[in-house]
Nanobody, 116 residues
């Protein structure tokens, strides 16, 4: 199974992007979804989580700026990025974890570049 992330691009500071991650071939309704990012020269870090029930959680530095959501009918998770800063530059990855089997899958990543 390969998750399919998209929506990245080049944006000026203060701008917005909406990332999408399609998850074909999994039982999406019982899957928790996560977004991670990896900045240049840094380790991959968790950005946001949405559980199979729709509960959300965010890293403190991203609260109020980023919004994670899901559409179970489309097997897709989204990450709305607002008020982007240069420090938000990186490759954003989506990840799925099955609530029952704990099987996990990753997307290929989508590049977000924020210019000043």
């Amino acid at each position: 199974v390969q998750l399919q992330a998209s929506g990245g691009g080049l944006v000026q500071a203060g701008g917005s992007l909406r990332l999408s991650c399609a998850a074909p071939g999994i039982i999406f309704s019982r899957t928790s979804m996560r977004w991670y990012r990896q900045a240049p020269g840094k380790q991959r870090e968790l950005v946001a989580v949405i559980t199979s029930y729709g509960s959300t959680n965010y890293v403190d530095s991203m609260k109020g700026r980023f919004t994670i959501s899901r559409d179970n009918a489309k097997n897709t998770v989204y990450l709305q990025l607002n008020s982007l800063q240069r420090e938000d530059t990186g490759v954003y990855y989506c990840n799925s974890v099955d609530d029952y089997t704990t099987r996990s899958y990753w997307g290929q990543g989508t590049q977000v570049t924020v210019s000043s």
